[in-house]
């Protein structure tokens, strides 16, 4: 399975809907993006917790109402791109692409009371939009992670593991759940198949060279995540 990262980031203004469109053309239907909480609690698509690197503003996601950050061009970071990015909310997104497969929502959380926010908007907006089976939130949180198991929370979740100082295949266990999201740097058969083996989704971000998705495959990885949907389509339908 091709995930494109943040839509296509490698084609596009990450985390906008061109992005996610582009990612649609290319016929890759799941997505990986990034959720921070606005003032207004609203969920709004973008990686960092600031403004300067996508949209050149100074400040925080958390300062600012949905509707001001609906409104901030977010195409800084591809130089030349021609028409304006806005920041788009989750809820923008479900609706403007009913034809996505499935999304991998990182929550960028980390206390108690923020874990409970965002968990409950994510789970009214996959709810209003019927979404149950084409979710899954992830998150390198371990608060959020024990926050979504202790309290009953009803959609699937993943550990996102960038360093692996502790066994990230145990670590996704212990906080119950169904995928394990891995830096391509921490991948080895045996790491992947003792995961498979937990019944977990691996799922290894970021390939964007064709030789290692290639390998990555080979070691039967469940999922890639890559800036470049469309080169990783043309790579798995030449060797299919």
Avoid at 5 to 20: I, K, V, Y
Avoid at 167 to 174: C, D, G, I, L, T
Wanted: glycine share 6%; with cysteine.
């Amino acid at each position: 399975m091709i995930y494109g990262h943040r839509g296509a980031r490698g084609e596009a203004p990450e985390n906008t809907l061109p992005s996610f469109q582009k990612a649609l053309d290319t016929g890759v239907t799941r997505v990986e993006l990034d959720l921070h909480l606005s003032a207004d609690q609203q969920l709004m698509v973008i990686h960092d917790p600031t403004l300067k690197r996508t949209t050149g503003r100074r400040g925080k996601v958390a300062q600012h109402n949905a509707a001001d950050l609906m409104q901030m061009d977010a195409r800084r970071a591809i130089p030349g791109w021609a028409e304006s990015c806005p920041i788009p909310s989750l809820d923008q997104l479900f609706s403007r692409f009913p034809q996505m497969q499935h999304y991998q929502l990182e929550v960028k959380s980390g206390s108690v009371r923020q874990s409970r926010i965002v968990l409950a908007a994510v789970k009214e907006l996959v709810e209003r939009y019927q979404l149950q089976d084409k979710v899954v939130i992830t998150s390198s949180s371990r608060t959020l992670l024990k926050y979504a198991k202790a309290s009953g929370f009803n959609l699937p979740t993943g550990l996102v593991e960038e360093y692996a100082l502790l066994n990230p295949v145990k670590a996704a266990k212990r906080y119950g759940c169904s995928h394990l999201i891995l830096n391509w740097k921490l991948c080895t058969a045996e790491r992947v198949e003792r995961a498979q083996q937990a019944g977990l989704h691996v799922s290894v971000w970021t390939v964007n060279e064709e030789a290692k998705m290639l390998k990555l495959a080979d070691m039967g990885v469940d999922s890639i995540i890559t800036d470049y949907p469309a080169r990783a389509t043309r790579l798995f339908e030449r060797s299919a």
